[in-house]
């Protein structure tokens, strides 16, 4: 029996998969701490709750779970950033806070590159086990994105790019 024909969790991770799984975990804290840093600026109740609920129910459980496997296979874990103070929004100068607006279109933005970066590794994936976990934060990711989706539409805050509108003048 080959090195690659048994139980998934024993077979060794090769470097594409260290690399994208290891680098996935360091942008994923990085977002922790960028997005309490945002929650600082957010004024809207929604919003605030979406990043509220993000941190904790997206980023921080793929960080466990990512951790997790690369402790498993003796991989070294990149730094984690300390967690970012709570301010009163009304302390942060106008000029120098984030409008919500903002906010929302960095989270899109965000959400969008996670769906790229889980697509990857999936595509570059040999164990099935890892394939399957980037599976999994795909269809969140994909979920999020269209909670946040129906946000700036509700909000008024998503810009379209030019619309195609057909006309029925014939």
């Excluded at 957010?42 to 979406?50: A, H, M, S, V």
């Excluded at 990043?51 to 498993?72: C, F, Y």
């Excluded at 990711?141 to 195609?164: C, F, S």
């Amino acid at each position: 029996m080959g090195i690659l024909s048994g139980n998934p969790k024993e077979e060794p991770m090769h470097y594409g998969e260290i690399f994208g799984v290891w680098s996935y975990l360091q942008t994923a804290k990085g977002f922790v701490a960028g997005y309490q840093t945002l929650l600082n600026h957010t004024g809207d109740k929604d919003l605030k709750r979406f990043i509220e609920d993000s941190i904790e129910n997206v980023l921080k459980p793929e960080i466990q779970e990512i951790e997790n496997l690369l402790k498993e296979n003796g991989i070294a874990l990149p730094p984690s950033p300390p967690e970012r103070p709570k301010a009163c929004l009304e302390d942060i100068p106008v000029g120098a806070r984030f409008a919500d607006p903002e906010i929302a279109a960095m989270l899109s933005k965000d959400i969008s590159a996670g769906l790229v970066a889980c697509s990857t590794i999936i595509g570059e994936c040999i164990r099935e086990d890892i394939a399957l976990m980037f599976g999994q934060f795909h269809v969140k990711k994909a979920q999020y994105g269209a909670k946040l989706l129906r946000i700036n539409k509700e909000k008024g805050w998503l810009v379209p790019p030019p619309l195609n509108v057909k006309s029925s003048d014939c």
